[in-house]
């Protein structure tokens, strides 16, 4: 899967006669933000605002005449965020809903988390969204596998493709909501006989975020 990409055109100011650079066009009108071309369009970076171009500008040192000329600069859409402070943040929303419903905290499980980033790097890999693996194996056969008791479980999955902006707190918000609004997911989160929990977050070149919550 390719990385998103995209461009926007930056413009700057070479006088003709000494040859200073001079800085992009500002939006002004109250707004302080740089004007950046987005497509064939002059927009403030700022407020969005549409911004006719000048056809010149004077040098700042001489007084001369400095065209315009601009140059892209790339924009990477991938998400800025931490696996880690996803995994927390999950955590912390889960047991927000379960403090809500008067049931008692979950603790947060290495062990469980280790067997839940297992199954999250596994759906990326290869490419699959479920329970149970390309291989047959289930959430069951995964616990055993790890050596993890089996006599209670419960697992939640979810992937999500966030934009380059989202915050974490809003990232897991978004995950544990969707849960909360399925069925099956709504009870492993509100299950009273767990007592421990564990998250698996992993992050795919193109964004992707796949996320295994495991319960036990």
Known sequence: MKQKSD??????????????????????????SPALYIGSELLCSGCGATIAPPETESCSDCGA???????PVPLDFSPSISPTKVEQAVHTVTNQYR??????????????????????????VREYFD????????????????????NSYGENIAYRQ???????????ESIVDGWMDSKGHRENILQERF?????????TNDGTVYVTQNFS
């Open 7 to 32: 461009t926007v055109k930056v413009t700057l100011y070479d006088c003709e006669e000494c040859e200073l650079s001079m800085t992009p066009t500002y939006h002004g009108d109250g707004c302080d």
């Open 65 to 71: 005449p400095a065209p315009p000329f601009q140059y």
């Open 99 to 124: 403090t809500e419903h008067n049931l008692p905290m979950l603790s947060y499980s290495g062990h469980l988390s280790g067997i839940a980033l297992q199954h999250s790097r596994d759906m990326a």
């Open 131 to 150: 329970h149970q693996s390309p291989d047959g194996d289930g959430t069951e056969d995964r616990y055993r596998a790890h050596k993890h008791s089996d």
């Open 162 to 172: 966030p934009g380059p902006t989202i915050s974490v707190i809003d990232l897991a």
């Open 195 to 203: 007592r421990e929990e564990g998250i698996g977050v992993y992050t």
